[in-house]
């Protein structure tokens, strides 16, 4: 016996690849038009692994190792098919046998995670064969995650057996310190460092951690966006690879960054190029083909980092003309990179999109409860000057996230090689502006629907798909009609500011479930139906400084324990059955500042009287 017995999996493994099949062959006639929907096809397969966690989760409860079942069922993840799942290259191999009954239990999870990988690579196999090169990609790196040892899937991925690893890249992490004078920033010798990576050149005044640390995380996206964007760099058959007809090469580019100690030398150093540089904290300039980061750890400033190198992957990794949106869908290359901020590390593997992902949160913002929306014909046809000299420009760069995210993870992914088609056709030569409607296969019309409906989030989303709530400090799911298990999972969101969840049903148990939301601040309860009895809860929400309840169901009696918050600033009743009986209370709140009672029965009378005892407040009618 190896690390697994591989024999023994034979009857298994062919019983596993009947499942493919059957899998393959449930393609609807509407699905044929469009495509093989592979995202379905995918989640099918994850039925067979979650029975047999449950079997061996079973076993350990029966031989008393109950603590090895949250790990066992750590093993599978629960795909949302409005999400992408992107697997990382480890020079891992799979573990060595053990004894006893830890060592039974690791046997039997190795042999689950086996024959798992051996669906996905008859899968792969599949994608590879009808030419879908990018799934058959990003499949082969699945296959290598949960079988590290796969030799099929490593052999066509282009990684070496070194006995006890895999080697993936030849060139290792190096850094150097005795550096010449910098030829574009004029920095002195030996006052920056330089770290190089397979992939990129990093000069650097920060300190040696930090820019390890940008440089671990660089080769970990550009890693993600060589598997997202397959088709975009290269036209490689993974096909042939699988025949052994060649395998996958490391690109030999490398990428030039240039990375500040702080802001304040980001700022100085590039305000002569850069108009409103203090505002950022990246940059990309493509004439000089370099990306300018600000050190910073912070969740904004990496997304920045994403963003910006998302830039640079485009347009260096294959030849492209100068500014490719300069006259035209500016709102797209803007989208993408906003879409490619949504990456989050899940520990070997990172996700891409999802509802909970910050930017839609805005977008969602934007369109539901604000009502901001510009037709994407009129968007695309935006020069990029018309797009950035907007007074609404936040707003556009909200709807072009919500639209590209749209456009990578609706219809399950289906219309992604579509856009991966367009960047690269665009970034190569100008386009005619009907361009992107032909390649995309729809109208612009068809699309503005489309957005409107994937705007759309549900309890099940919020319930069963929330990925690194510690994560997360904005929420935006409006008429989700969420139930308690939907605020549950809101309530794990610790460092939450604020949260929208309009129109739904708002229970004392759903504010309860908010009670370690410490830094919630902001709370949008818009046209919500609320329990008198919640109201009481939401007065101890003790970072509660905004609370919207227009046109909610909150009564002058509910106002009387609200009161008890007193560090609320804001509170909005307008279109409310609030009547002249409120305004006592409302006198004794001391704290609120701004009070919107617009569209109510306040009498002008009473509103006046409000004013006379609190002079200081601001009252919106």
Same mark, same amino acid.
């Given at each position: 016996?190896?690390? =697994?017995?591989?024999?023994?999996?034979?009857?298994?493994?062919?019983?596993?690849?009947? #499942?493919?099949?059957?899998?393959?062959?449930?393609?609807?006639?509407?699905?044929?038009?469009?495509?093989?929907?592979?995202?379905?096809?995918?989640?099918?397969?994850?039925?067979?692994?979650?029975?047999?966690?449950?079997?061996?989760?079973?076993?350990?409860?029966?031989?008393?190792?109950?603590?090895?079942?949250?790990?066992?069922?750590?093993?599978?993840?629960? @795909?949302?098919?409005?999400?992408?799942?992107?697997?990382?290259?480890?020079?891992?191999?799979?573990?060595?046998?053990?004894?006893?009954?830890?060592?039974?239990?690791?046997?039997?999870?190795?042999?689950?995670?086996?024959?798992?990988?051996?669906?996905?690579? /008859?899968?792969?196999?599949?994608?590879?064969? /009808?030419?879908?090169?990018?799934?058959? %990609?990003?499949?082969?790196?699945?296959?290598?995650?949960?079988?590290?040892?796969?030799?099929?899937?490593?052999?066509?991925?282009?990684?070496?057996?070194?006995?006890?690893?895999?080697?993936?890249?030849?060139?290792?992490? !190096?850094?150097?310190?005795?550096?010449?004078? @910098? &030829?574009?920033?004029?920095?002195?010798?030996?006052?920056?460092?330089?770290?190089?990576?397979?992939?990129?050149?990093?000069?650097?005044?920060? &300190?040696?951690?930090?820019?390890?640390?940008?440089? /671990?995380? #660089?080769?970990?996206?550009?890693?993600?966006?060589?598997?997202?964007?397959?088709? %975009?760099?290269?036209?490689?058959?993974?096909?042939?690879?699988?025949?052994?007809?060649?395998? *996958?090469?490391?690109?030999?580019?490398?990428?030039?960054?240039?990375? %500040?100690?702080?802001?304040?030398?980001?700022?100085?150093?590039?305000?002569?190029?850069?108009?409103?540089?203090?505002?950022?904290?990246?940059?990309?300039?493509?004439?000089?083909?370099?990306?300018?980061?600000?050190?910073?750890?912070?969740?904004?400033?990496?997304?920045?980092?994403?963003?910006?190198?998302?830039?640079?992957? *485009?347009?260096?990794?294959?030849?492209?003309?100068?500014?490719? %949106?300069?006259?035209?869908?500016?709102?797209?290359?803007? &989208?993408?990179?906003?879409?490619?901020?949504?990456?989050?590390?899940?520990?070997?593997?990172?996700? #891409?999109?999802?509802?909970?992902?910050?930017?839609?949160?805005?977008?969602?913002?934007?369109?539901?409860?604000?009502?901001?929306?510009?037709?994407?014909?009129?968007?695309?046809?935006?020069?990029?000057?018309?797009?950035?000299?907007?007074?609404?420009?936040?707003?556009?760069?909200?709807?072009?996230?919500?639209?590209?995210?749209?456009?990578?993870?609706?219809?399950?992914?289906?219309?992604?090689?579509?856009?991966?088609?367009?960047?690269?056709?665009? @970034?190569?030569?100008?386009?005619?502006?009907?361009?992107?409607?032909? =390649?995309?296969?729809?109208?612009?019309?068809?699309?503005?629907?489309?957005?409107?409906?994937?705007?759309?989030?549900?309890?099940?989303?919020?319930?069963?798909?929330?990925?690194?709530? /510690?994560?997360?400090?904005?929420?935006?799911?409006?008429?989700?009609? #969420?139930?308690?298990?939907?605020?549950?999972? =809101?309530?794990?969101?610790?460092?939450?500011?604020?949260?929208?969840?309009?129109?739904? !049903?708002?229970?004392?148990?759903?504010?309860?479930?908010?009670?370690?939301?410490?830094?919630?601040?902001?709370?949008?309860?818009?046209?919500?139906?609320?329990?008198?009895?919640?109201?009481?809860?939401?007065?101890?929400?003790?970072?509660?400084?905004?609370?919207?309840?227009?046109?909610?169901?909150?009564?002058?009696?509910?106002?009387?324990?609200?009161?008890?918050?007193?560090?609320?600033?804001?509170?909005?009743?307008?279109?409310?059955?609030?009547?002249?009986?409120?305004?006592?209370?409302?006198?004794?709140?001391?704290?609120?500042? =701004?009070?919107?009672?617009?569209?109510?029965?306040?009498?002008?009378?009473?509103?006046?009287?409000?004013?006379?005892?609190?002079?200081?407040?601001?009252?919106?009618?």
């Amino acid at each position: 016996m190896s690390r =697994i017995n591989r024999s023994s999996l034979l009857a298994k493994i062919l019983t596993s690849v009947l #499942l493919v099949v059957l899998a393959t062959a449930t393609t609807s006639f509407a699905q044929k038009k469009k495509g093989t929907d592979w995202r379905a096809k995918r989640k099918l397969l994850d039925r067979a692994l979650a029975d047999e966690l449950e079997d061996i989760a079973s076993w350990c409860r029966g031989s008393g190792i109950s603590q090895q079942v949250p790990q066992t069922f750590k093993i599978h993840q629960n @795909h949302d098919l409005r999400r992408q799942y992107i697997y990382l290259p480890t020079t891992k191999k799979m573990p060595e046998p053990r004894s006893g009954k830890l060592g039974q239990w690791l046997e039997r999870v190795t042999t689950a995670k086996v024959e798992h990988a051996a669906r996905i690579f /008859e899968l792969a196999k599949k994608a590879a064969d /009808e030419g879908a090169n990018a799934i058959a %990609f990003q499949f082969l790196h699945e296959v290598t995650y949960f079988d590290r040892d796969h030799l099929a899937a490593r052999a066509a991925l282009g990684h070496k057996d070194k006995g006890d690893s895999w080697q993936i890249n030849t060139d290792r992490l !190096k850094v150097k310190k005795k550096r010449p004078n @910098h &030829g574009v920033l004029n920095w002195q010798a030996g006052s920056y460092i330089t770290v190089i990576t397979p992939h990129f050149t990093i000069d650097s005044t920060a &300190g040696e951690k930090e820019t390890i640390f940008l440089a /671990e995380s #660089l080769e970990q996206w550009h890693d993600v966006w060589r598997q997202v964007f397959f088709e %975009f760099w290269t036209t490689a058959s993974v096909k042939r690879w699988l025949e052994k007809k060649g395998s *996958f090469k490391e690109p030999k580019k490398r990428y030039n960054v240039v990375f %500040f100690k702080d802001h304040q030398q980001y700022v100085t150093s590039l305000s002569k190029w850069v108009k409103g540089v203090e505002g950022s904290t990246g940059y990309y300039n493509q004439e000089l083909q370099l990306s300018f980061f600000s050190a910073g750890n912070d969740p904004q400033n990496i997304d920045t980092w994403k963003h910006e190198l998302a830039h640079q992957l *485009f347009r260096e990794t294959s030849r492209a003309r100068k500014a490719p %949106f300069k006259e035209q869908h500016l709102w797209l290359d803007e &989208g993408i990179a906003m879409y490619f901020e949504s990456l989050t590390d899940m520990d070997g593997y990172v996700t #891409l999109g999802g509802f909970d992902s910050r930017r839609l949160q805005y977008s969602r913002v934007r369109k539901l409860r604000e009502g901001f929306f510009v037709p994407s014909q009129e968007l695309a046809s935006m020069s990029q000057q018309q797009f950035q000299s907007r007074k609404d420009i936040s707003s556009i760069y909200s709807q072009a996230a919500g639209m590209a995210h749209m456009l990578m993870n609706d219809e399950r992914g289906m219309l992604q090689p579509s856009i991966n088609e367009f960047m690269k056709v665009i @970034h190569k030569r100008k386009v005619k502006p009907d361009s992107f409607e032909k =390649i995309i296969g729809k109208a612009m019309p068809q699309l503005d629907l489309q957005y409107l409906k994937f705007l759309e989030t549900s309890n099940t989303e919020v319930s069963d798909y929330l990925l690194r709530p /510690e994560l997360r400090t904005e929420m935006a799911v409006p008429n989700a009609d #969420l139930s308690v298990s939907g605020f549950d999972s =809101i309530g794990r969101c610790q460092r939450l500011r604020w949260l929208d969840v309009t129109g739904s !049903k708002i229970s004392p148990a759903s504010i309860e479930a908010l009670k370690d939301c410490g830094r919630l601040r902001q709370l949008f309860l818009t046209r919500c139906s609320i329990a008198p009895k919640a109201f009481a809860t939401m007065s101890q929400l003790r970072a509660l400084e905004e609370l919207d309840l227009t046109a909610s169901s909150v009564t002058d009696g509910d106002l009387a324990i609200l009161a008890r918050a007193t560090r609320l600033k804001v509170l909005r009743l307008a279109a409310t059955r609030v009547t002249d009986a409120a305004i006592p209370v409302l006198a004794r709140m001391p704290s609120v500042e =701004i009070l919107d009672v617009s569209k109510t029965r306040l009498s002008n009378r009473a509103i006046a009287s409000l004013q006379q005892s609190r002079p200081g407040i601001n009252i919106i009618r």
